[in-house]
Nanobody, 122 residues
């Protein structure tokens, strides 16, 4: 049984940094995608960043240059803005291409964590 548990959320002022972690267990795929998604109140879920088993990453335009996945299961968020305020979710799965190519599409991820809140004040 796959379990994903996020940690590292919190409140920070604009311009600050946070590091989110995702403790994953039970993943048996030899190749898979790990992703970070977020959802703010009243808005649709948004893909933030993804990484495949080979370390290839992809980022949403809104976070490029500010967010990185330095390694599997970690999302480093720098230069945070108030519009980054949201519940952040870790996700995992084979993706649509067997974990070789991972996209920022939530419907291509099978497993989800419970989320961790990130609040950025101006």
């Amino acid at each position: 049984q796959v379990q994903l548990v996020e940690s590292g959320g919190g409140s920070v002022q604009a311009g600050g940094s946070l590091r989110l972690s995702c403790a994953a267990s039970g993943i048996t795929y030899s190749r898979y995608c790990m992703g970070w998604f977020r959802q703010a109140p009243g808005k649709e879920r948004e893909g933030v960043a993804v990484i495949n088993s080979g370390g290839a990453t992809s980022y949403a335009d809104s976070v490029k240059g500010r967010f990185t996945i330095p390694r599997d299961n970690v999302l480093q968020m720098n230069s945070l803005k108030p519009e980054d305020t949201a519940m952040y979710y870790c996700a995992a799965g084979p993706g649509a291409f067997g974990g070789v190519w991972c996209r920022l599409r939530g419907d291509e991820f099978k497993y989800w964590g419970q989320g961790t809140q990130v609040t950025v004040s101006s």
